[in-house]
């Protein structure tokens, strides 16, 4: 009952995107904004949805230890669950537990062909095969377009969704869809499937859903709160 | 102790076992003039090093237990504590690395940066302890110092650089090049003791240089001085040189390296000279206390000798005139006649004697100030106590000391060695507070426990070498728990009245799991249904059955007991009704409120080359482990998981030979977690044998 509750909460369903998106194997997400403004927490609440429907996630940062990671989760985790950590939540919390993997990476020994073959010893191994990958911390300041592409491809063959954290900065004049079009090359735009801005607002975080094509719909945006970084239920615009 | 401060140094000397570290301990004690004669280590001499007190140590050659000891070198206090170069002592490593500020990494020449250099390496990295390099044994077959220090880069991650070169290698080993004065320098006499420095032999000239080159190079990245002297090709002094690489070295981003041989005594007087240039000072350190009284949050340390006394006890050692407490002041000063409050047990300590240790032989002090480590007579107290000034309430250690996990029986082979293991588990379990023992009611066999299988041979170990005890260990045996997962009413009356005084008794009410203790009792009855005199019979009924759970026979945790009603009879209820009523009502609900069984769950940490992650994680996963992470450092990986203790018996022996030794790993208690239901079977299976068979 608690689960069916939580997943009722999952961002990606409030922000409209549908299981084309969200489901379909090779396809890449991002969560944009400044440093700080909450793209860790976001992308941790999109990877505890995945762990509430079955889903294997595969954590990777490249900034911080596994500790922390962990810490994130749990923290997440039991926000979206108050106001009471009941026995039934921490039986619940303990079960997604079994579908996580963190890896992390120091800043200079990370590269993508390393990540494919730590995942590929993974899943030869039986060890863990991951439907869902969260890269959080990768530089969008360095040429990796060729890199993305192999890792799209890679993605696709093996079966899984990538979500990365993308940190924009205050001297990039271009709006976050150009910017994150751009880590594709010249010739990839298409690369990414699903964009999500999050824009620090008064006492709130915005979280945006940005149209990669000339897309007329109306997509609803949310709210975070700054206190928790839970989505704020009653702040649908 | 008149020295400054900043003239102290507290270090260890951490290496292979193999790599010579007792050697140049005893070493640094002749030169010091500590001790006057020279021995080797295995003892052909039949005396053994002087730092290894412990017979084991003396017999295998290895360091087990910290040993501190205290000399002079031009004017530094050195003291050198005796690190363990084995991860599987824990508390011993701990307790050391906290009380050292710097460290010596010896490396043997030959063999180079082995599997244990590795592990001791990454203690010193997870202390944050700042280190220098000595490479020895330059005089034997194949040495190649500069081979060492490329593994040193490679495979420790250190940024090594020589400070010195050898004069000839091998056989030929005559001395050192140091490349800060650029002099030659040789050592003379029968124990290398005189020291005479020439200029560098023409050969070595041009080596020399582009040596000290790579070295101004490595340094300058420390000082902006020294950079604008490389940049404007002035000359550089050397008190300008020095500098930069303490301070590279106290940052831990620079790892200066000496050379020569030990056994030899050659270059010998240059890692002291090495010790007290680059390594920390008490006060270039850090640290901190734990405020007791503010949910143990941490305190920074003044370090300063008119602040409040903290100091730590390391270490305890029985000696002929009583128990010899380790001690490192790290504020104030303690001083012989005075009180002090050991903040364990809140008790007040008079300081009778005090003195600074050499090993076996000890020289008689009035006061220990901050940053020295020295030791105390006649202070009843266990290791890793904190004594502080009183009303000064912090602690250098958590006081929160885990419950043991694992545990096995011990039987003395004769009355001797019954006595001596008595001695000896007294001991351990003061010098180790993880480690208990008791007498089991029901066997009467003496069990010893502790955190992990390791943990417990080692002390079996002792018990065999230290104090001569021949024994016989049982299995080792999870400590397992049962607790109940659903609410339960109970209603039980406890009649007898046959023959005698009648016996009678009714308790009703009902149990429920509970997450935050192990055992709460509520007496909700009301009028009187039962006497006031026997609501405390009650619980002690119930509570009689928690050590022993109705169903696999474990003790059970996280129960609440609640009795709501109940009768009593005038001539025929008594305590011991009302206990045999709580007993009966205890049983009669527990198998209703389906128990399940608990087992310890540890923290495991490997820190493994990066070729063998994938074994590692399949081998953690055969064992029941939820991995959590992995944590890429360069050509290390860290991998954390969940396992359940039951499975990691032998997993050392394991690791070491799917790692080629190169791995290793921490264990610590986690929590405590249900066990599967195929896992389940199979303990009841077990335990049905040893009951079978008595």
Redesign the interface.
Same mark, same amino acid.
């Given at each position: 009952m608690l689960k069916n509750q939580l997943i009722l909460k999952d961002p990606l369903n409030s922000l409209g995107f549908g299981t084309e998106e969200t489901e379909k194997a090779g396809n890449f997400g991002a969560v944009a904004s400044r440093a700080g403004v909450g793209k860790t927490a976001f992308l941790v609440q999109i990877a505890i949805s995945s762990l509430l429907k079955n889903k294997n996630v595969l954590h990777i940062s490249i900034k911080d230890p596994v500790e922390k990671v962990n810490l994130w989760y749990k923290e997440m985790f039991f926000n979206l669950t108050q106001p009471s950590r009941t026995k039934q939540d921490k039986e619940l919390w303990e079960s997604l537990l079994t579908r996580r993997f963190i890896m992390t990476f120091e800043t200079e020994n990370f590269d993508l062909s390393k990540l494919t073959s730590r995942i590929d010893g993974l899943k030869t191994q039986n060890i863990f095969s991951p439907q869902l990958i969260i890269i959080d911390g990768l530089s969008s300041e360095e040429p990796i377009a060729s890199d993305l592409i192999r890792l799209k491809e890679y993605a696709t063959r093996n079966n899984f969704i990538i979500w990365f954290s993308v940190r924009t900065h205050r001297h990039q004049t271009a709006d976050p869809v150009t910017i994150i079009q751009q880590l594709g090359g010249n010739d990839n735009s298409d690369l990414f499937n699903m964009v999500i801005q999050l824009l620090p607002e008064k006492e709130m975080i915005q979280v945006k859903r940005l149209s990669l094509i000339q897309d007329t719909a109306n997509h609803p945006s949310l709210l975070l709160d700054p206190s928790t970084m839970m989505l704020k239920e009653d702040a649908v615009n | 102790m008149e020295t400054s401060i900043q003239k102290v140094r507290n270090i260890g000397i951490s290496a292979h076992i193999d790599s010579g570290k007792t050697t140049l301990t005893e070493r640094f004690l002749y030169f010091t003039k500590k001790i006057h004669r020279i021995h080797e280590v295995k003892g052909k001499d039949g005396v053994g090093a002087t730092m290894d007190s412990m017979e084991l140590e003396k017999e295998r050659g290895i360091t087990i237990a910290s040993a501190a000891t205290y000399c002079q070198w031009k004017n530094y206090e050195i003291n050198i504590i005796d690190t363990p170069g084995h991860v599987d002592f824990t508390i011993e490593v701990e307790r050391a690395l906290r009380v050292l500020d710097g460290a010596i990494l010896v490396l043997c020449s030959v063999g180079g940066v082995q599997s244990q250099s590795i592990t001791v390496d990454q203690q010193m990295k997870r202390y944050n302890v700042p280190c220098i390099a000595f490479i020895n044994k330059c005089d034997r077959n194949g040495a190649n110092p500069f081979r060492v220090i490329e593994q040193l880069k490679e495979k420790l991650n250190h940024n090594a650089v020589a400070i010195q070169i050898p004069i000839g290698l091998e056989a030929d080993l005559e001395g050192v090049i140091d490349l800060i004065s650029m002099k030659a320098v040789y050592f003379d006499g029968a124990f290398g003791e005189t020291i005479r420095i020439e200029d560098i032999p023409d050969a070595l000239i041009d080596t020399a240089k582009s040596k000290r080159e790579e070295l101004v190079d490595a340094a300058s990245v420390f000082s902006d001085e020294l950079t604008d002297a490389v940049l404007e090709e002035s000359e550089i002094s050397e008190k300008l040189l020095v500098s930069a690489i303490r301070q590279g070295t106290l940052q831990r981003g620079l790892t200066p390296v000496v050379m020569g041989s030990a056994y030899k005594n050659k270059g010998i007087q240059l890692v002291l000279d090495a010790a007290n240039l680059y390594l920390p000072s008490p006060l270039d350190v850090k640290n901190e206390a734990l405020d007791i009284d503010k949910n143990e949050e941490p305190v920074t340390l003044t370090g300063n000798k008119n602040d409040p006394l903290v100091a730590l006890t390391f270490k305890l050692e029985d000696g002929q005139f009583g128990q010899l407490t380790y001690i490192r002041v790290y504020q104030g000063v303690i001083q012989k006649g005075e009180s002090y409050v050991n903040v364990r047990t809140g008790k007040k300590v008079k300081i009778g004697r005090i003195v600074l240790m050499h090993a076996d032989q000890m020289e008689d002090v009035d006061k220990i100030e901050a940053g020295y480590i020295g030791a105390l007579f006649g202070v009843d107290c266990v290791s890793g106590d904190t004594f502080t000034s009183p009303d000064f309430k912090v602690s250098m250690t958590s006081m929160f000391v885990p419950e043991p996990v694992i545990s096995l029986a011990v039987k003395a082979k004769d009355i001797k060695s019954e006595s001596n293991m008595a001695k000896a588990l007294n001991r351990f379990s003061k010098e180790d507070p993880t480690f208990r023992t008791f007498v089991s009611k029901e066997t009467n066999e003496t069990i010893i426990s502790g955190m992990g299988e390791l943990h417990l041979e080692v002390y079996i170990e002792r018990m065999r070498r230290e104090y001569k005890v021949e024994l016989i260990a049982g299995e080792p045996s999870v400590a397992y728990r049962e607790t109940i997962t659903q609410s339960t009413p109970f209603n039980y009356i406890h009649k007898k009245q046959t023959g005698g005084s009648g016996q009678y008794g009714r308790v009703a009410g009902f149990m429920e799991?509970i *997450?935050e203790d192990d055992f709460i009792f509520e007496n909700k009855v009301t009028g009187g249904s039962i006497p006031t005199q026997f609501i405390s019979a009650c619980e002690k009924g119930f509570l009689s059955c928690l050590d022993k759970g109705p169903w696999m026979k474990y003790p059970v945790t996280g129960i609440k007991i609640v009795i709501n009603d109940g009768a009593s009879h005038s001539v025929d209820s008594s305590e011991m009704a009302f206990q045999a009523a709580a007993r009966g009502a205890f049983q009669q609900a527990y198998f209703k409120a389906q128990p399940v069984l608990h087992e310890p769950v540890m923290k495991v940490v490997i820190e493994t080359p990066d070729e063998f992650?994938?074994n590692v994680?399949?081998s953690l996963?055969q064992r029941r482990g939820?991995?959590?992470?992995?944590? *890429?450092?360069?050509n290390m990986t860290?991998i954390?998981a969940q396992v359940p203790l039951a499975e990691m018996f032998g997993y050392s022996t394991v690791l070491r030979s799917m790692t080629q030794g190169k791995a290793q790993f921490t264990m610590e208690f986690s929590t405590y977690?249900q066990v599967p239901k195929s896992v389940l079977e199979e303990i009841e299976k077990k335990n049905d044998k040893k009951t079978k068979t008595g």
């Open positions: - | 799991p *997450d992650q994938g994680m399949g996963n939820m991995i959590i992470g992995s944590q *890429d450092e360069g860290s954390e977690k």
